[in-house]
């Protein structure tokens, strides 16, 4: 019991960790170079987010052409295709109204009683085809990150990742993968992609990340959320679920750190803090419960393949094995 209750205090002090780590984030010059730049991309209509993820669906940020070269200081990679947009043009055009009193609101009339009018220039809005391109597909001044990929390994990686798949609640799978992306919990096929080629710290990170979003945020599932549970925003469920990787990680002692309070930070701003308060009990319990399911299939892994653990002291799986 004793052990029990070590590992429970010692992930409260972890998931407690993470709005400090937060904080100073955000008080960083990194976050604020990060802040400035993010502020200069288009936010662009629904119809056109749609558009972008037609052609091209792993696209992050987009400019035109000149923006990239004289806002970022990035040219276009020669032969990259841009993706097709519809952009706002407007045009000037010049037309005779009634010239109406400025107190009544009523045509002036002249000597004769006739209706003045006046020229008066309007502008109209038409739309025009545009090409944009996404980050990937430019070079030259790199832009500010918050996320990084990861490095390093994780020891007794491939039982590590064994555990990982039989303590999950959908099957995870391997795959190349394009952009940036590390990997996405599938809700209609009810499954778990990871981005091949990563560091194995990189990789471990990514799967426990998206199994808090299938133990969370699997709509299709039964669970006992609440009904405010379920409409949480997207930027809630990615602060839940990269926490509870950030958690489960220092946990058994691989570190995230930094990225992780990045990646929070990237996904959520200002609202980062509050969010992360309301779910901190939320993340602790997830986490807890990932770590016992990993523990003992684990220890199922071992037994299996007859492998000798040797302990200087029974405190917590991370310091048994790494």
């Given at each position: 019991m004793?052990?029990?209750q ?13 709005e ?8 960083s010059?990194?976050?604020a170079?990060?802040?400035?730049t ?5 936010r ?6 749609v558009?972008?993820h ?6 992050t ?8 070269k004289?806002q ?12 097709k947009?519809?952009?706002?043009t ?36 038409m739309?025009?085809p545009v ?28 039982m ?13 799978s391997?795959?190349v993968m ?7 919990f599938d809700?209609e ?8 080629d ?5 990789t ?9 979003h299938?133990?969370?945020h ?17 930027n ?18 691989i570190?995230?750190?930094e990225n ?25 319990k997830?986490a ?19 492998v000798?653990?040797?302990?200087s ?7 048994r094995?790494?």
């Open positions: 004793a052990e029990k070590n590992n429970k205090d010692r992930l409260k002090e972890i998931t407690a960790s993470i400090d780590g937060i904080k100073e984030l955000f008080q010059d990194n976050y170079q990060y802040l400035q993010m502020s200069r991309f288009h662009y209509s629904v119809n056109n987010q558009l972008i037609m052609q091209k669906p792993d696209a940020l987009v400019a035109d052409f000149n923006k990239w004289n970022f200081g990035r040219d276009v990679v020669k032969g990259e295709h841009g993706i947009i519809i952009a706002p407007p045009f000037k055009k010049k037309i005779e109204q009634e010239k109406l009193d400025p107190d009544t609101q009523l045509p002036v009339l002249d000597a004769d009683g006739k209706v003045v009018t006046e020229e008066k220039t309007i502008q109209i809005l739309y025009r090409a944009v391109f996404d980050v990937s597909q430019t070079e030259g001044k790199p832009l500010p990150q918050l996320v990084h990929d990861l490095a390093g390994n994780v020891a007794n990686y491939e590590f990742m064994e555990a990982l798949r039989r303590s999950s609640p959908v099957p995870i391997i795959e394009n952009g940036k992306m590390d990997g996405y809700l096929h009810q499954d778990i992609a990871i981005r091949k990563m560091s194995e710290v990189q471990v990170s990514a799967v426990i990340h998206e199994m808090g299938a133990l969370l699997n709509r299709t599932k039964e669970t006992e959320q609440t009904a405010e549970q379920e409409k949480l925003s997207r809630t469920e990615e602060v839940q679920a990269e926490s509870i990787s950030y958690a489960v990680c220092a946990y058994y002692g570190a995230t750190g992780s309070f990045g990646y929070i930070a990237s996904w959520s701003k200002d609202k980062t803090l509050p969010e992360l308060r309301e779910s901190l009990e939320i993340i602790n997830t807890g419960g990932l770590i016992n399911d990993i523990d003992r299939h684990y220890a199922e892994i071992l037994k299996e393949h007859e000798e653990l040797i302990a002291e029974p405190a917590g799986m991370d310091e094995l790494f």
